[in-house]
């Protein structure tokens, strides 16, 4: 079973950056996809990018395009989602996931999402 533990949450002005932490353990890194997912005050979760389980291939959601980048260290265990230039709406728990069932070229979408952390809360004033 995948364990995924986020951290680097917190609470940032309008306009700071933040890089949130996702360990990974449970299963083999290289066979797991990954993404972050976030769900805002009284929202539905949202997609907002993932990563190959190759790390060639990424995919953001519109709002945040240009302004996060999804990564992975595969020595390490982690993915990383580094938030630059963060606005009050980005305001939400924030989740790391995986997905354990596509090949090594696909960027998984929020359905594709099998396994999740806790979460880590990032909240921006403005």
């Known amino acids: 079973q995948v364990q995924l533990v986020e951290s680097g949450g917190g609470l940032v002005q309008a306009g700071d950056s933040l890089r949130l932490s996702c360990a990974v353990s449970g299963r083999t890194f290289s066979n797991l996809a990954m993404g972050w997912i976030r769900q805002g005050p009284g929202k539905e979760r949202t997609f907002v990018a993932a990563?190959?389980?190759?790390?060639?291939?990424?995919q953001y959601a519109e709002p945040v395009e240009g302004r996060f980048t999804i990564s992975r260290d595969i020595a390490k265990n982690m993915v990383y989602l580094q938030m630059n230039n963060l606005k009050p709406e980005d305001t939400a728990v924030y989740y790391c996931a995986a997905d354990q069932t596509h090949g090594i070229w696909y960027v998984p979408r929020l359905p594709d999402f099998t396994s999740w952390g806790q979460g880590t809360q990032v909240t921006v004033s403005s």
């Open positions: 990563i190959s389980r190759s790390g060639d291939n990424t």
